[in-house]
């Protein structure tokens, strides 16, 4: 059974990548965002219910966004810088997380603020893009590291959403914070 879906997984990844990673991030996003809501309904003082709509939107920003961003991304990257060495590695690591990941953070933090009607849509990034890129270098050098030196290219989309699992619930932890001082601008409606 594992070793068919494999294969499925595998041939969609061949014939249609774009497609196939967009559904591998898609689902990512949404097991991420219902896990924090999750823990947030149950660990939280205030219990929040579920918010089907906030979901909706993180799931959509995020797969769209990064699913094809990341994919015409590391084609890039391959072809812009071949090999596995650690010269090679380092300067592939150092290109995802000092130009693209700037861009995509500043661009879900917006975007989403424009999906939540928020009157200044830059607010959430003035506060919150310092705190989420420090978070992202810690956990994404080391992640993009294993990226660049052990997985095949075809994969690599994949694996960072895999990784992503994890990154995602921290990204929307960081969203869900209210900013200070400003009781009335809600981290997500």
């Not at 990064?66 to 391959?78: I, T």
Request: a positive charge.
């Amino acid at each position: 059974m594992f070793s068919t879906l494999h294969r499925l997984f595998e041939q969609s990844l061949r014939k249609r990548p774009l497609l196939t990673n967009y559904v591998v991030y898609a689902s990512f996003y949404t097991a991420a965002e219902f896990t924090q809501q999750t823990v947030n309904k149950y660990y939280l003082p205030t219990k929040p219910d579920y918010n089907l709509a906030s979901g909706a939107r993180v799931v959509m920003v995020g797969s769209t966004l990064y699913a094809p961003s990341l994919y015409f991304w590391y084609k890039f990257l391959d072809k812009k810088f071949v090999g596995r060495a650690v010269k090679t590695v380092f300067t592939k690591v150092a290109c995802d997380q000092f130009i693209m990941t700037p861009f995509l953070l500043a661009c879900f933090f917006t975007i989403l603020s424009v999906l939540e009607g928020q009157q200044d849509i830059f607010a959430e990034l003035r506060h919150k893009y310092v705190k989420a890129l420090m978070a992202n270098q810690v956990f994404w050098l080391p992640v993009q590291s294993i990226n660049f030196s052990f997985i095949p290219s075809h994969l690599r989309v994949t694996y960072v959403a895999s990784a992503s699992f994890i990154w995602i619930n921290v990204l929307c932890y960081i969203k869900r914070q209210q900013i200070s001082g400003n009781p009335k601008i809600q981290a997500s409606k």
